[in-house]
């Protein structure tokens, strides 16, 4: 099993609309869980990282970690066309190195 | 502008070749991480640098792979003898010690060997 599992879609939602995303992961000594915004041929951009579980809200961005799951979220409410980009959820790990997802791409239907 | 930069941010090289790419970190940041994309999957790390010495290799970094980070400002990453599965994108960061889960990246150098 892979550190971090993230299904690569695309994911297409009409503007306006509650976009959710997810990854699962396998270790349950993960403390940090990051996502990253990569728009195309551009380097990924650090959008919230939360620590242990619960939830982190910044502006329309949720990121929620479920520990007992093993499954981290992010979601994006009022969706705008500007975010369509792939998104990246991120662990570190115990040798203290960043594990991706392989991303999730995410359209916004205007 | 501030952020981390990369240099140069495409290149073309043919099969054999070697190829240098450059990374300037952020300036106040003393860790500094190479990691190689492609197409559909996440960035894998490759190394990182905190000052001038070189942390961790993965075994991703052949030895056809070198880093340097001679004065533990900016950073170069060579490739020697470049084959067709080295294109990619080489994406560099950088980041505080100790704060490994806030990285800031940089644009990336998307490399193409033919």
């Known amino acids: 099993q892979k550190e971090v599992e993230q299904d690569p879609g695309p994911l297409s939602v009409p503007e306006g609309a509650i976009v959710s995303l997810n990854c699962t992961y396998s270790?349950?000594?993960?403390?940090?869980f990051m996502w990253y915004r990569q728009y195309s041929r551009k380097g990924p951009e650090l959008l919230m990282y939360?620590?242990?579980?619960g939830n982190k809200e910044d502006g329309r961005f949720t990121a929620q970690v479920d520990k007992s799951s093993k499954y981290i979220s992010l979601f994006i409410r009022d969706s705008q066309p500007s975010d369509s980009a792939t998104y990246l959820c991120?662990?570190?790990?115990?040798?203290?190195?960043?594990?991706f997802g392989k991303g999730t791409r995410l359209h916004i239907l205007p | 502008d501030t952020g981390v930069s990369q240099d140069p941010r495409h290149k073309i090289t043919k099969r054999g070749q070697n190829v240098t790419f450059r990374c300037d970190p952020i300036?106040?940041?003393?860790?500094l991480y190479w990691y190689r994309q492609t197409l559909g999957q996440g960035p894998e790390f490759l190394t990182y640098?905190?000052?001038?010495?070189?942390?961790?290799k993965s075994r991703l970094l052949s030895d056809r792979f070198s880093a340097e980070r001679p004065k533990g400002s900016f950073s170069t990453l060579e490739i020697q003898r470049t084959e067709q599965g080295d294109s990619a994108m080489y994406l560099c960061?950088?980041?505080?010690?100790?704060?490994?889960?806030?990285?800031?990246f940089g644009p990336g150098t998307r490399l193409t060997v033919l």
């Open positions: 960061a950088s980041s505080f010690p100790g704060r490994v889960n806030e990285q800031f």
């Open positions: 270790n349950s000594a993960f403390q940090y």
């Open positions: 939360t620590y242990s579980s």
């Open positions: 991120a662990i570190v790990d115990r040798d203290d190195k960043i594990i």
């Open positions: 300036s106040e940041h003393n860790r």
């Open positions: 640098f905190q000052n001038e010495a070189q942390l961790e």
